[in-house]
C-alpha cells in the first residue's frame, strides 16, 4: 500500500501597507491641538502697553488686569520704576480686544475704593483687588503704546451726549472738579476742570452739559457761581439760599436764560460765558444799558462799598462802583466822590427814554427835584445805600460830566445824615442845659433839708406833737367814759323824738285845716290886707302933701282944684 502524499502547503503573500499606524494619530492630535492652541493664544493677544502713574497702589504683577466695562482687556505683566524713580511703570499684556482703544487720548486710571467728586466708587475692589480702568479716546486717533495714567478717574464718560461750555472767572471760589451744575433746581451737567489763563489773570472752567439740557443754553444765558450758603438780611427778615446739599459741600454752578430780550440760537460747543459771583450780579448783567453817575458826599460814608445798592422808592436801580476820598480846592475839605452805575431798564417804561437822549432826562430829573441821598440799608450791619428822592422846594442844579459820568446833585436832609443832624441839635441843646447850676442848687437844697431834718425846732415840733396826741388820746378816753350813760338813754330819746315829730305833724295838719289856703280866716286875711294897702296909699298922699305945702296943715286946703 502506497502511503498517502504529502500536502503541499500554500505559502501566504506578505504586502507592505503605505497608511500610518493609528499609534501615531495620538501625537499628531497633540501637535494640532498644541499648534491651535498657540495661533488662538497669539490671535487673541494685543500688544504690550506701558503705562506710567505716580504710585501702585493695589496693583500686583499677574493679577490686576485692564478692565473696560467690566470686560478683562488685559493683565499687569510687571512694574518698574523710572530712571528718576518718580513714577512706576506698569507694563499690561493686552488682548486683541483692545487693540482698537489703545489711541491717542486713551486715559487710564487705578480702580480703588476712594471718594472722590462726591461720589464714593471702587467699592468691588475691596474682595477682587485693585485693576486697570480704561476710558477709549477717538477711535480715528493715532495708535498708541505708551501713555499717562491718571491719578483720579475721569468725571464723565466720553459716550454721554452733551457739550462743555468754558466759564471765565477772576475767582475760582468753591468750585471743584464734579461740582455740579444746576438749572432751575435741577443737576444738569458738572464741572470737568479748569484752565489757567495768560498771566494768570483768571480762570476758564470747563462746564459740561447733559443733553438735552445743553439746548437751554444761549447766548444771552448767565452763569452764577451757586456754591454754599446765601443769606441776605432785609426788611422781609432773613434770607437764607441753598442751591442743593451737594452743592453745599461741593460747591456748583447755576445758569438761566432770561425771557426777555432778543432770542438767539443754542450756542456752540466751547461757548465762552463770564461766570458772575452770584445770582443778583447775573441778573444785572442781563440789563445792557447803563447810565454813570457820580456823587460828592462830605459827611461819614462809612458802609458804602462797591457793590452797595443804589434804590428808588425801595427798589434797587443800580449800584457803586467805586468809592474813594479826595480835597476839594473850591470847598477846602476832604470828600467823598463815590460812583455809580444806574440801569435804567429796571424801571419799566422809561428806560429806552432814557438811553434816548440821557443828557436831557438826567437834567429833567434834577430840574424835579430828585436828588441823591446817603441812608441806612441795615441798623445791625451797619451796611448803607443809595437812595433817589424827590426833595421838595430844592435848590437849582445843573449837571455837569466829569470824567465821563453826570454829576449828581445830592441832599443831607433825611437817611443818616438827617439823623446825624438832628442828634447834633439835641446833643448842643443837652449841652446847653446848666447841669452845673442845677446841681448846685440840688446840693444846696439837700443841705437846707438836713439842716432842717436835724435842727431844733424840728426836734420841737416832734416833741410838741406827741404831747398833742397823748392829750388826745385822754381826751378820747374820757369822752369814752362819759358817752357810756348818754349812749345808753339813746333809745329813750329817740322814742321821745318821734313822738314829738309826730305831735308837730298834727299841729301843722290843724294849722292848715284852720288857717290854708281855701279857709275862711285866709279870705278875710286877703281882704284885710287889701284895706291896709289902701289906707297905706293915703298915707303916702297925705305925706306928699305935706312935704309939699306944709302950710296946709294950718290953713287947710285951698287949691282942691288944682294940687
Known amino acids: 500500500m502506497n502511503p498517502p502524499e504529502p500536502k503541499i502547503l500554500e505559502q501566504s503573500a506578505v504586502s507592505r501597507s503605505r497608511r500610518l499606524p493609528v499609534i501615531w494619530a495620538i501625537p499628531i492630535i497633540a501637535i494640532a491641538i498644541g499648534v491651535w492652541l498657540a495661533w488662538d493664544t497669539l490671535s487673541k493677544e494685543g500688544p504690550k502697553i506701558v503705562v506710567s502713574f505716580e504710585d501702585a497702589e493695589g496693583l500686583q504683577a499677574g493679577q490686576s488686569q485692564l478692565k473696560f466695562k467690566d470686560i478683562a482687556l488685559g493683565t499687569v505683566k510687571s512694574l518698574e520704576f523710572t530712571k528718576d524713580r518718580r513714577r512706576v511703570l506698569v507694563t499690561i499684556a493686552t488682548t486683541a480686544q483692545a487693540e482698537p482703544f489703545l489711541t491717542t487720548g486713551t486715559q487710564f486710571w487705578v480702580v480703588k475704593p476712594r471718594l472722590f467728586a462726591g461720589n464714593i466708587s471702587g467699592f468691588s475692589t475691596l474682595l477682587s483687588g485693585a485693576y486697570i480702568g480704561l476710558l477709549p479716546g477717538e477711535a480715528t486717533a493715532k495708535a498708541e503704546r505708551t501713555f499717562v495714567g491718571r491719578e483720579d478717574p475721569p468725571l464723565l464718560d466720553s459716550g454721554v451726549p452733551g457739550r462743555t461750555f468754558l466759564l471765565k472767572t477772576s475767582q475760582l471760589g468753591s468750585v471743584n472738579l464734579g461740582s455740579p451744575v444746576f438749572y432751575r433746581g435741577l443737576s444738569v451737567g458738572q464741572v470737568l476742570g479748569w484752565d489757567i489763563a495768560d498771566m494768570a489773570e483768571s480762570v476758564t472752567i470747563h462746564a459740561f452739559v447733559r443733553s438735552p439740557f445743553d439746548t437751554y443754553v444761549h447766548d444771552q444765558t448767565r452763569f452764577w457761581n451757586a456754591s454754599g450758603v446765601s443769606v441776605k438780611l432785609g426788611g422781609a427778615g432773613v434770607e437764607m439760599q441753598v442751591e442743593s446739599l451737594r452743592a453745599l459741600l461741593l460747591g456748583g454752578v447755576a445758569f438761566e436764560t432770561p425771557s426777555t430780550g432778543p432770542s438767539s440760537d443754542v450756542s456752540a460747543e466751547k461757548h465762552e460765558f463770564p461766570l458772575f459771583a452770584n445770582q443778583d450780579a447775573a441778573k444785572a448783567a442781563s440789563y445792557s444799558r447803563k447810565i454813570p453817575l457820580l456823587v460828592y458826599f462830605s459827611s461819614s460814608v462809612r458802609g458804602l462799598g462797591v457793590g452797595s445798592d443804589v434804590v428808588m422808592h ?14 476839594d480846592l473850591a470847598k477846602d475839605a476832604v470828600v467823598a466822590p463815590v460812583h455809580l ?65 453826570f454829576v449828581f446833585p445830592t441832599t443831607e436832609s433825611g437817611g443818616l445824615s438827617g439823623l446825624q443832624a438832628s442828634a447834633g441839635d439835641l446833643l448842643r441843646n443837652v449841652n446847653a442845659i446848666p447841669f452845673a447850676s442845677i446841681g448846685r442848687s440840688l446840693d444846696s437844697m439837700t443841705k437846707n433839708m438836713s439842716d432842717l431834718t436835724n435842727g431844733p425846732q424840728l426836734q420841737q415840733a416832734l416833741t410838741a406833737l406827741a404831747a398833742t396826741m397823748t392829750e388826745a388820746q385822754s381826751a378820747m378816753k374820757k369822752l369814752d367814759t362819759d358817752i357810756g350813760p348818754f349812749m345808753k338813754q339813746l333809745p329813750e330819746l329817740a322814742t321821745a323824738l318821734q313822738t314829738t315829730l309826730k305831735q308837730s305833724n298834727q299841729l301843722m295838719q290843724s294849722v292848715n285845716n284852720g288857717y290854708g289856703d281855701s279857709t275862711q280866716f285866709h279870705r278875710d286875711l286877703d281882704r284885710l290886707m287889701a284895706q291896709t294897702n289902701d289906707a297905706v296909699r293915703s298915707f303916702r298922699a297925705l305925706a306928699d302933701l305935706l312935704t309939699r305945702h306944709p302950710e296946709a296943715l294950718v290953713r287947710g286946703r285951698t287949691d282942691a282944684g288944682t294940687q
Do not use: H, W
Not at 314 to 327: A, C, E, M
Not at 343 to 365: A, S
Open 341 to 405: 452805575e444806574i440801569e435804567p431798564e429796571r424801571i419799566v417804561g422809561i428806560g429806552r427814554q432814557i438811553v434816548k437822549n440821557t443828557d436831557e432826562m438826567v437834567q429833567t430829573l434834577v430840574s424835579k427835584g430828585l436828588r441823591a441821598t446817603l441812608q441806612s440799608g441795615n441798623l445791625l450791619t451797619g451796611e448803607m445805600l443809595i437812595s433817589f428822592e424827590v426833595v421838595p422846594e430844592a435848590p437849582a442844579a445843573t449837571v455837569t460830566m466829569e470824567d465821563g459820568a
Open 314 to 327: 425801595g427798589l434797587k436801580v443800580g449800584q457803586v462802583t467805586d468809592v474813594r476820598l479826595s480835597f
